[in-house]
Nanobody, 115 residues
Framework: QVQLVESGGGSVQAGGSLRLSCITSDPTSTFYTMAWYRQATGKQREMVAMKTMYDLTTYADSVKGRFTISRNRAENKVVLEMNTLKPEDTAVYYC?????????WGQGTQVTVSS
C-alpha cells in the first residue's frame, strides 16, 4: 500500500513563504502524476499544482507565479514551494500521487496565512 506523508505547514504572515514536503513510500518514478491539492474550511478541495512523470507541470490560476512544484527522486519527495502567500491560501494541503496501482492521498498539513 502506497503511503504519502506531508510536512512543512505552519502559520505565516501575508507575503511570506513556506515549503511543503511529501514523502512517498514508493519511488516517485512509479507515479504518472504527483500533485498538491488544498481544501479550505467549508470549501471544496482544489488542485494547486501537478507534475507528470514526463516533468510537465500545471498550476491553478490562483497560484501561478507564486508556487513551484518539484520532485526529488533520491529522497522519494514531492515539494511545493509557496511564495508571496496570501490569506486566501489558508487551507489544509494534501499530497496526491497516481500510478498503475491507483490514486493515493496524504493526511494533509495545515497552512495558515494571516493578514
Amino acid at each position: 500500500q502506497v503511503q504519502l506523508v506531508e510536512s512543512g505547514g505552519g502559520s505565516v504572515q501575508a507575503g511570506g513563504s513556506l515549503r511543503l514536503s511529501c514523502i512517498t513510500s514508493d519511488p516517485t518514478s512509479t507515479f504518472y502524476t504527483m500533485a498538491w491539492y488544498r481544501q479550505a474550511t467549508g470549501k471544496q478541495r482544489e488542485m494547486v499544482a501537478m507534475k507528470t512523470m514526463y516533468d510537465l507541470t500545471t498550476y491553478a490560476d490562483s497560484v501561478k507565479g507564486r508556487f513551484t512544484i518539484s520532485r526529488n527522486r533520491a529522497e522519494n519527495k514531492v515539494v511545493l514551494e509557496m511564495n508571496t502567500l496570501k490569506p486566501e491560501d489558508t487551507a489544509v494541503y494534501y499530497c496526491n500521487c497516481a500510478g498503475q496501482g491507483g490514486e493515493y492521498w496524504g493526511q494533509g498539513t495545515q497552512v495558515t496565512v494571516s493578514s
